[in-house]
């Protein structure tokens, strides 16, 4: 089993950044998963922000975010980050981070998820 808690959210103003955690525990060896972060805001469906191999070689992003934000991780810390820059108001969302064995760009390619962190971003 896996636990993700991930950490950092709260209120930015508009061109701001902030940083996001997903500390990992559990028996699995986590290490060896690809972990994705995805958002969803109110009445909306969950969608893909970004992912990345077990390894941290291969990034992915969805295009609204590319140049913007980065996802790394921390194999020895078990922590995957999301360093979000520029921020939007239209990036105002609960972020969750997951887990899966590929680094794809679906809901479903992940097995494990966190309980998710708000970030809300004014004009």
């Known amino acids: 089993q896996v636990q993700l808690v991930e950490s950092g959210g709260g209120l930015v103003q508009a061109g701001g950044p902030l940083r996001l955690s997903c500390a990992t525990s559990?028996?699995?060896?986590?290490?060896?998963?690809?972990m994705g972060w995805f958002r969803q805001a109110p009445g909306k469906e969950r969608e893909f922000v970004t992912a990345?191999?077990?390894?941290?070689?291969?990034?992915y992003y969805a295009d609204l975010v590319k140049g913007r934000f980065t996802i790394s991780r921390d194999n020895a810390k078990r922590t995957v980050y999301l360093q979000m820059n520029s921020l939007k108001p239209a990036d105002s969302a609960v972020y969750y981070c997951a887990a899966g064995p590929r680094a794809l760009g679906s809901v479903g390619a992940y097995d494990y998820w966190g309980q998710g962190t708000q970030v809300t971003v004014s004009s």
């Open positions: 990345i191999n077990w390894s941290g070689g291969n990034t």
């Open positions: 559990g028996r699995t060896f986590v290490c060896s998963y690809a």
